[in-house]
């Protein structure tokens, strides 16, 4: 570790200006990404031949997640990274890719999960919100397609959920709202039909 000086608003630094110092010794310091790329790069160096495009995706992320478990130092050098970055990585340690399963937990079980919010923005309108067990799968399907993992959930609850924010406080009669899988996929919408409103008092 080392004792570094921080400009308080970041930025460049200059002569003039206060410094804050962060002792980095106990700090963990993590780098993430997709690496698009890298498992091409760990497969010439194996000798293997990565799956083609015509292949089933299952099978493909099962073959990346493979490669990317035998990745080393020089598959990184090779894929771009200087030495000098590389050398303050001492661990990797490669993420399976999430699946739907997973998916669906990160819309409900944190804190401030997508489906929370989004239900909290209907209670504040008199409304209570729900999203079937079809609907969660459905949007999880959405971005295992799109291949956008869990930072494409919040674009795809937005295309769904946009006209129904606008709509909400203009309606005379609000109660519970459901959302399913046809609605996910564009079939119907949530304000077309009595029927998507349950009548039974919360």
């Not at 003039?16 to 002792?23: A, F, K, L, P, V």
């Not at 099978?59 to 020089?74: A, F, M, W, Y």
């Not at 890719?97 to 489906?115: C, F, G, S, W, Y």
């Not at 919100?129 to 993992?149: N, P, V, W």
């Amino acid at each position: 570790g080392t004792v570094a000086n921080v400009p308080p608003q970041g930025g460049r630094k200059h002569p003039e200006q206060q410094y804050i110092q962060i002792d980095t010794t106990n700090i963990l310091f993590i780098c993430g990404g997709t690496f698009v790329g890298l498992g091409d790069t760990i497969s010439r160096r194996l000798g293997k031949k990565t799956i083609g495009f015509g292949s089933n995706p299952e099978d493909k992320e099962r073959n990346l997640g493979s490669l990317l478990n035998q990745v080393t130092s020089d598959d990184l050098f090779e894929f771009g990274m200087i030495p000098e970055f590389i050398g303050r990585l001492p661990v990797l340690a490669p993420l399976d890719p999430l699946d739907e399963e997973a998916l669906v937990r990160i819309l409900t079980e944190p804190r401030n999960a997508l489906v929370r919010q989004y239900q909290k923005l209907f209670e504040m309108e008199g409304a209570e919100l729900e999203f079937d067990s079809s609907a969660l799968q459905a949007i999880a399907q959405k971005a295992k397609e799109r291949d956008t993992g869990a930072r494409g959930l919040r674009s795809i609850i937005e295309e769904i959920m946009l006209d129904m924010q606008f709509e909400l406080p203009e309606l005379e009669t609000k109660g519970k709202f459901v959302i399913t899988d046809k609605m996910i996929r564009g079939e119907t919408k949530l304000f077309d039909s009595n029927n998507n409103q349950d009548k039974k008092s919360a």
